[in-house]
């Protein structure tokens, strides 16, 4: 299970820091990923971080801005969100796959758990 947290409304220029706790299943091998949803718009991959060396990958709409992090017993995944946009606004999604890598990264079809969603408005 997967539980997002930590999302809001925040101006743009801001911060937020959203929070994915894992339970029921060993995700210290798994690749875990951040995707988004905006209204209108097909969900998409924002960030990704590797098992074993935890190599992250970031889409280039964020990349610079967002960081993908674990925590060190691996059961929870971090998004810190920072210059934050209008067109960051979105749901947002954790997941993580049975693999290590995935590749290309973001294929959703990959991504065997997903979280609820947690909504982010920048204004």
């Known amino acids: 299970q997967l539980v997002e947290s930590g999302g809001g409304s925040v101006q743009a220029g801001g911060s937020l820091r959203l929070s994915c706790a894992a339970s029921g299943y060993t995700y210290s091998s798994s690749c875990m990923g951040w995707f988004r949803q905006a209204p209108g718009k097909e969900r998409e991959g924002v960030a990704a971080?590797?098992?074993?060396?935890?190599?992250?990958v970031y889409d280039d709409s964020v990349k610079g801005r967002f960081t993908i992090s674990k925590d060190k017993a691996q059961n929870t995944l971090f998004l810190q969100m920072n210059s934050l946009a209008p067109e960051d606004t979105a749901t947002y999604y954790c997941?993580?796959?049975?693999?290590?890598?995935?590749?290309?990264?973001?294929?959703?079809?990959?991504?065997?758990?997903w979280g609820q969603g947690t909504q982010v408005t920048v204004s």
């Open positions: 971080i590797y098992s074993g060396g935890g190599s992250t």
């Open positions: 997941a993580a796959a049975p693999t290590r890598r995935v590749s290309p990264p973001f294929w959703q079809n990959s991504y065997t758990f």
